[in-house]
C-alpha cells in the first residue's frame, strides 16, 4: 500500500513538472527496490491515467547522472555518492520522493562461502567503484573483522546480471544485490 501511495505522490510531483511534455524519460540503474515502484506504476497504467507517456530506461549510475546533466533523460531514480559529486559539480538536482528508509543490500556470494570471514582475499563485484554498494560491502566486511581495504578487492563488472555472470565465470566471489536481485535464482 505504502509503494501504491509513493508511486501516485511521485506521479502528482511529475505531473506539476511535465505537464506540457508527451515523454518523459526515467534512467534507473537496476530493477531494485528503488525502480520497482515506479515501473510496477508504469504497468498498472497509473502515469497513462495521469496524462503522461513513460519510458524507462535501464543505465549504470555514471551514465544516468550524465544522461541527466545532458538531458537525455528527465528523472533519475537512484540517488547516491554519484549524485551528491554531481550537485557539487553544479547539477540542478531535486529530491522528489524518497520512499526507502535504508540500504537494502545483501551480501549474494557464490555457493562454495560459506561466512563472510571465508571471503578474504577474493574479489567482490560492485556496480561502481565509491558507490553505495562498495561502502556498504566496506562496511559489512569491518563488522565481520576483516579489512576492506587490505583483505578484499573490488571489481567492477557492471549492472546487476554481469555481476552475477562475473560470479558464475569465477571472476569475483560475491556481489551486493537489492531486491528482488538477492532472492530470485540465478543459473
Not at 102 to 114: D, Q, T, Y
Not at 133 to 150: N, S, Y
Not at 169 to 187: C, N
Request: charged share 20%.
Amino acid at each position: 500500500m505504502n509503494k501504491v501511495i509513493t508511486v501516485l505522490l511521485t506521479i502528482v510531483f511529475l505531473q506539476n513538472s511535465v505537464h506540457a511534455a508527451d515523454k518523459i524519460r526515467i534512467g534507473f540503474a537496476s530493477v531494485s527496490v528503488v525502480a520497482v515502484p515506479l515501473i510496477l506504476g508504469e504497468k498498472r497504467g497509473f502515469f497513462r491515467e495521469e496524462g503522461l507517456q513513460t519510458e524507462f530506461i535501464q543505465m549504470l549510475p555514471n551514465v544516468g547522472m550524465s544522461a541527466t546533466a545532458s538531458g537525455d533523460i528527465d528523472y533519475w531514480t537512484n540517488f547516491g555518492p554519484l549524485t551528491v559529486a554531481g550537485v557539487i559539480r553544479g547539477l540542478p538536482v531535486k529530491i522528489v520522493a524518497c520512499w526507502v528508509p535504508s540500504v537494502s543490500f545483501a551480501l549474494i556470494s557464490r555457493p562454495e562461502f560459506k561466512s563472510v570471514q571465508e571471503l578474504r582475499g577474493k574479489t567482490i563485484g560492485v556496480n561502481v567503484f565509491g558507490g553505495p554498494q562498495e561502502t556498504v560491502a566496506k562496511l559489512i566486511f569491518k563488522h565481520f573483522g576483516l579489512d576492506p581495504d587490505k583483505e578484499v578487492k573490488f571489481l567492477v563488472p557492471g549492472g546487476t546480471e554481469a555481476r552475477f555472470a562475473s560470479m558464475k565465470e569465477g571472476l569475483t566471489a560475491a556481489t551486493l544485490g537489492a531486491p528482488p536481485s538477492d532472492f530470485s535464482p540465478r543459473s
